[in-house]
């Protein structure tokens, strides 16, 4: 399978504890997205990485928010300290190009429930 | 600011007939567009694009239609087939900034 994969696809966890996502793009897309996504609503955009840089972080991205893409392959979104509110699906999306106009191709997602 | 939404948070049509998705945006500076297709518990699947220098884009039986003076794109399904029951989002970009997302139109297709 050459598409976007993310692990783990489900998580549950207890208010307060630390979770962590990963993310593989697509081989040799070298833009990374992640998107948060509620019930019934569409995609929001949180961070972007370009290779191994970060360019990007939305306001929806609290400082209990971190990502990573250390050698500009896959990527790691976690999530200290979780609270009810961030139960939400977690997609991730690569593309290749010199821009974010350029087609992103969306993972599976990690759907996270905090109890 | 921007906005982009859709009319019909939901829609259902005969299983044969012809389907139309529609999205408003309030962004006039955007000048391209993805339409998605998000089946449960999958990632949004590309499905078609169109940049504001067009008003019309075909693919394999889906249209997508460009109306710049009202702000609106709209996608055509042709013969929808019960696979193609799904969430349908919208998606547009201004110049290549961060893509906006609208809420979502979920299509059920009737036997």
């Known amino acids: 399978d050459t598409g976007v994969s993310q692990n783990p696809r489900h998580k549950i966890t207890k208010r307060g504890q630390n979770v962590t996502f990963r993310c593989d793009p697509i081989s040799e897309h070298n833009r990374l997205y992640w998107y948060r996504q509620t019930l019934g609503q569409g995609p929001e955009f949180l961070t972007y990485?370009?290779?191994?840089?970060?360019?990007?972080k939305s306001r929806l991205l609290s400082d209990r928010f971190s990502a990573e893409r250390p050698k500009g392959s896959f990527s790691t979104l976690e999530i200290q300290r979780t609270e009810q509110g961030d139960s939400a699906m977690y997609l991730c999306?690569?593309?290749?190009?010199?821009?974010?106009?350029?087609?992103?191709?969306f993972g599976p997602g990690t759907r996270l429930l905090v109890l | 600011g921007e906005n982009v939404g859709l009319h019909l948070p939901t829609l259902s049509v005969q299983e044969g007939d012809n389907s139309i998705i529609n999205c408003a945006y309030s962004n006039s500076a955007s000048d391209y567009f993805i339409w998605y297709k998000q089946e449960s518990g999958k990632g949004p699947q590309f499905i078609i694009d169109i940049r504001s220098n067009m008003d019309k884009r075909q693919g394999q039986r889906v249209t997508v239609l460009l109306n710049k003076t009202v702000k609106h794109l709209s996608l055509q399904i042709a013969a929808t087939q019960p696979g193609d029951s799904a969430v349908y989002f919208c998606?547009?970009?201004?110049?290549?900034?961060?893509?906006?997302f609208g809420p979502g139109t979920r299509l059920s297709v009737l036997p």
């Open positions: 998606a547009e970009n201004n110049y290549g900034q961060n893509f906006v």
């Open positions: 999306a690569s593309s290749l190009g010199r821009s974010r106009r350029e087609t992103q191709y």
């Open positions: 990485f370009q290779n191994e840089a970060q360019l990007e």
